[in-house]
């Protein structure tokens, strides 16, 4: 099966970056990214030092998708009603509030407060419950008013990989920066740039100009229906919910960052600055194939290779999870990275694709269930495991699991194994 592409802006890979207001909306969530990013590390750091509990890094993944998921399919549903810039902007001051309380919570008075009993963490799951709320309703806003900024879909491609490009590369400087910051300044002084951070997202988002929703000869279904047409959608799109389903499941059974924190201080024993390089290690290699597959773009046998990619993500786990050296460690984390970047990017390309521009928030509500919170539940997962297997058997049955979901798929969505994105020929005219 082909993917109807457009070849004229193929020998162009910056012809994106060109458009004014797709520049300005990737600067921004590369600040965005940067923010949570290291937001993300510092919390996890923080929490495991306050309880040194595996299983309590796997609650900060459950705080954060339970809500996400709970609020996702009206989400997608305001993405298609409510102009979509609106809706960011408000979910990044959401963020911005979430960070700035962190960073209070960090201060003396407020460590006297998450210290002070066992349940004295709570503060901090409940700031990661609400910046759950507003990452819900961020994800669908985000993906369907991106290829709004786009005058034609000559470029949506392009803009696509450049899309995941930039926030592989922002993800690569988080977790570096935020060890960084950890170990030189404080978790206070991180959770403070990541606020700031953010409110240059802010500040750039704002600055693009809004767009109209999609026009569409369809009536406006009413509320029940529009939220569970995404759903209808991708669930009679075999090629699609396959490409969803090996995701989701390899990411939930697969994913060891979660565990980085024990790693880096109980079996690498490397520091706070040695995990932020192991936080980095996954994306520094997501970034590179993203920037390989903008100049050499995933066309033949794509399915195949999706397989494959996620076959090796699998794989780089399991090593990893035997690993006791830091520098093999790394380069299977990098692996990881590499793999798991043909898939995000063959995904992404499906959705848009396939897509109608007046759907893409409630499917795109519908991918964040499936995807943007399978990792959060993924971490709850892997520490659930942890603490009844131990730390490595836990990392080795999820690499193993992530095998067998790739054998299972590969036998059954055929549609997925036969993928091909090579550009249809345009018939002679």
Avoid at 213 to 233: A, N, W
Wanted: glycine share 8%; with cysteine; aromatic share 8%.
């Amino acid at each position: 099966m082909s993917v109807p592409a457009a070849d004229s802006a193929r020998h162009d890979p910056y012809a994106a970056l060109r458009i004014p207001d797709f520049r300005r909306y990737i600067s921004a969530r590369i600040c965005l990214t940067l923010a949570t990013r290291i937001q993300g590390l510092v919390i996890g750091w923080q929490i495991f030092k306050l309880t040194n509990d595996p299983l309590a890094l796997g609650l900060i993944g459950l705080a954060e998708a339970v809500p996400s998921i709970g609020v996702s399919l009206y989400a997608g549903h305001l993405a298609d009603s409510v102009k979509r810039k609106n809706i960011i902007v408000a979910t990044v001051a959401s963020l911005l509030l979430c960070a700035v309380v962190l960073a209070l919570l960090a201060t003396p008075a407020g460590l006297q407060l998450l210290t002070r009993d066992a349940l004295s963490t709570l503060p901090l799951y409940a700031v990661i419950f609400v910046s759950g709320i507003a990452r819900g309703f961020l994800g669908p806003a985000a993906f369907s008013f991106m290829p709004q900024l786009l005058p034609d879909r000559e470029n949506l491609a392009n803009a696509i990989t450049w899309n995941s490009t930039t926030w592989q590369a922002a993800s690569v400087l988080g977790p570096a920066i935020g060890g960084y910051l950890i170990a030189h300044l404080g978790v206070g002084n991180a959770y403070a740039v990541a606020a700031g951070l953010l409110g240059l997202a802010l500040l750039q988002f704002a600055g693009v100009a809004s767009r109209p929703l999609p026009v569409t000869e369809e009536v406006r279904p009413d509320l029940k229906t529009s939220v569970l047409s995404g759903i209808r959608f991708i669930w009679s799109n075999q090629l699609i919910l396959a490409a969803l389903s090996l995701d989701l499941f390899a990411v939930l059974f697969g994913g060891a960052v979660a565990l980085l924190p024990i790693f880096a201080a109980d079996i690498l024993k490397v520091g706070a600055t040695g995990f932020g390089h192991l936080e980095a290690a996954p994306a520094v290699g997501s970034v590179l194939m993203a920037v390989m597959l903008t100049y050499f773009p995933l066309r033949r046998h794509a399915g195949r290779k999706l397989l494959w990619a996620v076959a090796g993500f699998g794989a780089a786990t399991i090593c990893f999870a035997l690993s006791s050296n830091f520098w093999l460690s790394l380069f299977l984390l990098f692996l990881t990275g590499v793999f798991d970047s043909v898939s995000v990017i063959v995904r992404s390309t499906l959705l848009h694709t396939f897509t109608p521009e007046h759907m893409k928030g409630r499917v795109s509500a519908v991918n964040n269930i499936f995807i943007g919170s399978s990792n959060e539940i993924g971490s709850f997962e892997s520490g659930t495991m942890a603490r009844l297997l131990g730390v490595v058997p836990s990392v080795i049955f999820g690499g193993t699991m992530t095998l067998v979901v790739v054998a299972l798929t590969a036998l059954r969505a055929d549609k997925l194994r036969h993928l091909d994105m090579t550009p249809e020929k345009k018939s002679a005219a």
